[in-house]
């Protein structure tokens, strides 16, 4: 049923700027079974690909050039030495060399490293060759299956009887229609996937414009309770600041008042890691990667490194001051976990879920975690990791999962294309949806998903949208324009299908003061992981979810900036949105060159103005806010605000804000609510209003939030307060 191809990635690279040359390892790859197709049809390839005569499957772009070869020094291209590509062209290391008449399909074996301790990225590799897995196999004994786990099939396996394309036993989306090698499949057909449309200009699109430099590379990011932005990223060879006369800094402080940035130490890899903040305002750094002693030996193991910044609003001591980490078991975490997500509760506790234990192959059971842990109200462990099926069934895409808290207290959890509603107190499946149609949206294919914002206008319904997504990992991949919209505490939720403009990957969405949510940064092709896409998407989108199907989506302006993998977007205080990073490769490259064009790194920091505070709105923002108390609880209880507002003002709403923790298309913990507000007068320009906080820590858990006073959609200054 299937047949294979092989396809990989060379082991060093070399990558010439402003004089330095990178050594590094490539990426890590593991690979998946391609179907074979019909070529009278074209039925059988992923979507994106199209089908040879010989039954094989190849990137449709490039399937009217006819096949070459590799010569033995590992170049290709034509069939003549003079005409071969180099290694280094970037066109090889995706899977394919293509010259003016030929491409070549690479035959050399993956090779992956036994060691951890590495810089590389799991790669979910586009198709590659193995053999047919045999229809009448032996049964699985553990969930694997298909032509790389000996030819098993799937049986009655209690996750499903289908085997994906990776090699895993189940029932979802994920492992039925193309790609599936062997069983049946239950799913019932899937809803279309809707094509791109149109999104008009917006009549005030705003503007980018670059501010700063981050130092380092934005690979994580936060707005901390000073108002000032922390920077965070892995162990590198180059950045711009220093701790020490020997060594690099690999975090900043970011002043957006100032553009002043100051070096910040920490003690274990940072390198993908997860976040969240603390119930007293703490931000917490989870998990990571294992330390690169050749680069910087100072910088510890940090698969189960917890870290912590304390910034505060009122003490400015605090500024500037490093990351607190205690190098014990008894302050990591249970398990390693590299890609985890973490998501605050009602009691001040943080979910921690997913992750990749050791750093390798996905499609290997052993390297993976798909279990969650809890952190205690000051950020340490409980010590249990407990499996958690949803990650198990959608393995490999398993990693940095999305998660939003709900009215009720539970957790809905979307992976891979797959979602549900968890209790964690009882460990237990609430509820589960129809799998989202499309693409792959979660990592290495993450799109963008935000928890639409609350009222007590509709008893504080969670709504979720998820945008964007790719079919695959590999520079080649198509991405999704397609985004799904559910209820999940409705009676029989369903998605609502709309579109995008274009399909992105690595599309990140802010939620926006004025109820409107801000979509930026990605890539039309590929998906994450190092010189892995490209087409940068550089556009703002605007989604105002109020209005109509098909009526959402406007566009904003457009930078000059690619912001590819490894990028951030945060709303500030003057809301305003910083945009930083982009750091698609191993190790930072600091110079553009032929061939590599948008695989930079990049230290330049941007703002986007949204289109409340461009042209004369800027003038119409409420001043002089003030508010009766910075500590506040979610329990419908009352505070005061006092504000100057414009003559002609009509009406005001008032948002709660939580910005979360940011990386890799995430905002972890991100969420908004707008409360009731008594008191306000249309014309007057001294105001006083009594503002309502939401009912239960449900709705608001306790941390740092925002309070945005906004005046016919114009914000002001926020201010920080505490929930607790």
Same mark, same amino acid.
Request: with cysteine; aromatic share 8%; glycine share 10%.
């Given at each position: 049923?299937?047949?294979?191809?092989?396809?990989?990635?060379?082991?060093?690279?070399?990558?010439? !700027? /402003?004089?330095?040359?990178?050594?590094?390892?490539?990426?890590?790859?593991?690979?998946?079974?391609?179907?074979?197709?019909?070529?009278?049809?074209?039925?059988?390839?992923?979507?994106?690909? !199209?089908?040879?005569?010989?039954?094989?499957?190849?990137?449709?772009?490039?399937?009217?050039?006819?096949?070459?070869?590799?010569?033995?020094?590992?170049?290709?291209?034509?069939?003549?030495?003079?005409?071969?590509?180099?290694?280094?062209?970037?066109?090889?290391?995706?899977?394919?060399?293509?010259?003016?008449?030929?491409?070549?399909?690479? /035959?050399?074996?993956? $090779?992956?490293?036994?060691?951890?301790?590495?810089?590389?990225?799991?790669?979910?590799? @586009?198709? !590659? /060759?193995?053999?047919?897995?045999?229809?009448?196999?032996?049964?699985?004994?553990?969930?694997?299956?298909?032509?790389?786990?000996?030819?098993?099939? +799937?049986?009655?396996?209690?996750?499903?009887?289908?085997?994906?394309?990776?090699?895993? +036993?189940?029932?979802?989306?994920?492992?039925?229609?193309?790609? +599936?090698?062997?069983? =049946? *499949?239950?799913?019932?057909?899937?809803?279309?996937?809707?094509?791109?449309?149109?999104?008009?200009?917006?009549?005030?699109?705003?503007?980018?414009?670059?501010?700063?430099?981050?130092?380092?590379?934005?690979?994580?990011?936060?707005?901390?309770?000073?108002?000032?932005?922390?920077?965070?990223?892995?162990?590198?060879?180059?950045?711009?600041?220093?701790?020490?006369?020997?060594?690099?800094?690999?975090?900043?402080?970011?002043?957006?008042?100032?553009?002043?940035?100051?070096?910040?130490?920490?003690?274990?890899?940072?390198? *993908?890691?997860?976040?969240?903040?603390?119930?007293?305002?703490?931000?917490?750094?989870?998990?990571?990667?294992?330390?690169?002693?050749?680069?910087?030996?100072?910088?510890?193991?940090?698969?189960?490194?917890?870290?912590?910044?304390?910034?505060?609003?009122?003490?400015?001591?605090?500024?500037?001051?490093?990351?607190?980490?205690?190098?014990?078991?008894?302050?990591?975490?249970?398990?390693?976990?590299?890609?985890?997500?973490?998501?605050?509760?009602?009691?001040?506790?943080?979910?921690?879920?997913?992750?990749?234990?050791?750093?390798?192959?996905?499609?290997?059971?052993?390297?993976?975690?798909?279990?969650?842990?809890?952190?205690?109200?000051?950020?340490?462990?409980?010590?249990?990791?407990?499996?958690?099926?949803?990650?198990?069934?959608?393995?490999?895409?398993?990693m940095y999962p999305f998660l939003h808290l709900l009215r009720d207290g539970n957790l809905f959890v979307f992976v891979s294309k797959t979602s549900e509603i968890f209790n964690v107190g009882q460990n237990q499946t609430v509820k589960t949806f129809p799998d989202l149609a499309g693409d792959f949206r979660t990592y290495p294919?993450?799109?963008?998903?935000?928890?639409?914002?609350?009222? @007590?206008?509709?008893?504080?319904?969670?709504?979720?949208?998820?945008?964007?997504?790719?079919?695959?990992?590999?520079?080649?991949?198509?991405?999704?324009?397609? *985004?799904?919209?559910?209820?999940?505490?409705?009676?029989?939720?369903?998605?609502?299908?709309?579109?995008?403009?274009?399909?992105?990957?690595?599309?990140?969405?802010?939620?926006?003061?004025?109820?409107?949510?801000?979509?930026?940064?990605?890539?039309?092709?590929?998906?994450?992981?190092?010189?892995?896409?490209?087409?940068?998407?550089?556009?703002?989108?605007?989604?105002?979810? $109020?209005?109509?199907?098909?009526?959402?989506?406007?566009?904003?302006?457009? @930078?000059?900036?690619?912001?590819?993998?490894?990028?951030?977007?945060?709303?500030?205080?003057?809301?305003?949105?910083?945009?930083?990073?982009?750091?698609?490769?191993?190790?930072?490259?600091?110079?553009?060159? =032929?061939?590599?064009?948008?695989?930079?790194?990049?230290?330049?920091?941007?703002?986007?103005?949204?289109?409340?505070?461009?042209?004369?709105?800027?003038?119409?923002?409420?001043?002089?806010?003030?508010?009766?108390?910075?500590?506040?609880?979610?329990?419908?209880?009352?505070?005061?605000? @006092?504000?100057?507002?414009?003559?002609?003002? %009509?009406?005001? %709403?008032?948002?709660?804000?939580?910005?979360?923790?940011?990386?890799?298309?995430?905002?972890?913990?991100?969420?908004?609510?707008?409360?009731?507000?008594?008191?306000?007068? /249309?014309?007057?320009?001294?105001?006083?209003?009594?503002?309502t906080m939401p009912p239960t820590r449900n709705v608001a858990p306790p941390g740092p939030y925002v309070v945005y006073v906004v005046l016919d959609g114009v914000p002001g200054m926020g201010q920080f307060v505490m929930v607790s």
């Amino acid at each position: 049923m299937a047949r294979s191809f092989s396809f990989f990635f060379f082991s060093l690279f070399f990558l010439l !700027t /402003a004089g330095i040359i990178h050594i590094t390892t490539a990426n890590l790859i593991f690979t998946h079974i391609q179907p074979t197709c019909d070529s009278s049809t074209g039925s059988g390839c992923l979507r994106g690909q !199209t089908c040879l005569a010989d039954q094989t499957c190849i990137d449709a772009r490039i399937s009217n050039r006819a096949v070459g070869f590799r010569g033995p020094d590992g170049r290709c291209g034509e069939t003549s030495s003079e005409h071969y590509r180099s290694p280094l062209d970037r066109k090889c290391q995706r899977g394919g060399c293509d010259s003016e008449a030929k491409i070549s399909i690479p /035959a050399i074996s993956p $090779t992956t490293s036994q060691h951890h301790h590495h810089q590389s990225e799991p790669v979910l590799g @586009s198709p !590659t /060759a193995s053999g047919t897995a045999a229809a009448t196999g032996a049964v699985t004994a553990d969930g694997t299956c298909g032509a790389k786990n000996g030819d098993t099939i +799937c049986g009655n396996w209690h996750l499903g009887s289908c085997c994906s394309m990776y090699g895993f +036993c189940g029932n979802t989306l994920s492992h039925c229609g193309a790609g +599936c090698q062997s069983g =049946p *499949c239950d799913q019932a057909p899937s809803i279309p996937v809707p094509s791109p449309s149109p999104a008009p200009l917006n009549a005030n699109p705003g503007a980018f414009r670059v501010v700063g430099d981050s130092g380092v590379p934005a690979m994580h990011a936060a707005l901390l309770p000073n108002g000032k932005v922390v920077f965070l990223d892995k162990v590198e060879n180059f950045t711009k600041v220093n701790v020490s006369e020997t060594h690099f800094a690999y975090s900043a402080e970011y002043d957006p008042v100032t553009n002043e940035r100051v070096p910040l130490a920490y003690r274990t890899n940072a390198f *993908c890691a997860g976040g969240s903040f603390l119930a007293n305002g703490t931000l917490i750094s989870i998990g990571g990667n294992g330390p690169l002693n050749d680069t910087d030996d100072s910088i510890l193991d940090g698969f189960r490194g917890l870290r912590w910044l304390t910034r505060s609003s009122t003490d400015s001591s605090l500024d500037g001051q490093e990351w607190f980490e205690i190098i014990n078991a008894e302050h990591q975490l249970d398990t390693p976990r590299w890609y985890a997500s973490g998501q605050i509760m009602p009691d001040g506790t943080v979910f921690v879920s997913s992750g990749s234990l050791n750093g390798l192959d996905p499609a290997q059971v052993r390297n993976n975690n798909p279990t969650y842990e809890i952190l205690d109200i000051n950020g340490v462990s409980r010590g249990e990791s407990i499996p958690m099926e949803i990650l198990i069934k959608t393995q490999p895409y398993y990693m940095y999962p999305f998660l939003h808290l709900l009215r009720d207290g539970n957790l809905f959890v979307f992976v891979s294309k797959t979602s549900e509603i968890f209790n964690v107190g009882q460990n237990q499946t609430v509820k589960t949806f129809p799998d989202l149609a499309g693409d792959f949206r979660t990592y290495p294919c993450t799109g963008g998903s935000v928890l639409l914002p609350l009222s @007590s206008e509709n008893e504080w319904e969670p709504e979720v949208v998820i945008c964007g997504g790719c079919a695959y990992q590999d520079i080649s991949a198509p991405t999704d324009a397609s *985004c799904g919209r559910i209820q999940p505490l409705r009676d029989d939720p369903v998605w609502e299908m709309d579109s995008m403009p274009e399909g992105r990957t690595m599309v990140e969405s802010i939620l926006l003061p004025d109820g409107t949510v801000l979509w930026l940064n990605g890539a039309n092709r590929g998906a994450q992981g190092f010189l892995l896409s490209e087409d940068p998407t550089t556009t703002a989108l605007i989604y105002d979810p $109020t209005a109509d199907l098909g009526k959402r989506w406007t566009s904003g302006a457009s @930078s000059t900036i690619p912001r590819l993998y490894h990028s951030v977007a945060l709303l500030l205080l003057d809301g305003t949105v910083m945009v930083a990073g982009s750091n698609p490769v191993q190790m930072p490259v600091l110079k553009q060159s =032929p061939g590599n064009e948008g695989n930079v790194t990049q230290f330049q920091v941007e703002i986007y103005t949204p289109p409340y505070l461009s042209g004369d709105n800027a003038e119409r923002r409420p001043s002089n806010i003030e508010l009766s108390t910075m500590d506040l609880k979610a329990d419908s209880s009352t505070f005061e605000i @006092s504000f100057t507002a414009p003559e002609d003002a %009509k009406a005001v %709403k008032v948002a709660l804000y939580h910005g979360g923790f940011v990386t890799h298309s995430l905002h972890m913990g991100h969420r908004m609510a707008f409360l009731d507000t008594k008191g306000f007068e /249309a014309g007057e320009r001294g105001q006083k209003i009594s503002v309502t906080m939401p009912p239960t820590r449900n709705v608001a858990p306790p941390g740092p939030y925002v309070v945005y006073v906004v005046l016919d959609g114009v914000p002001g200054m926020g201010q920080f307060v505490m929930v607790s």
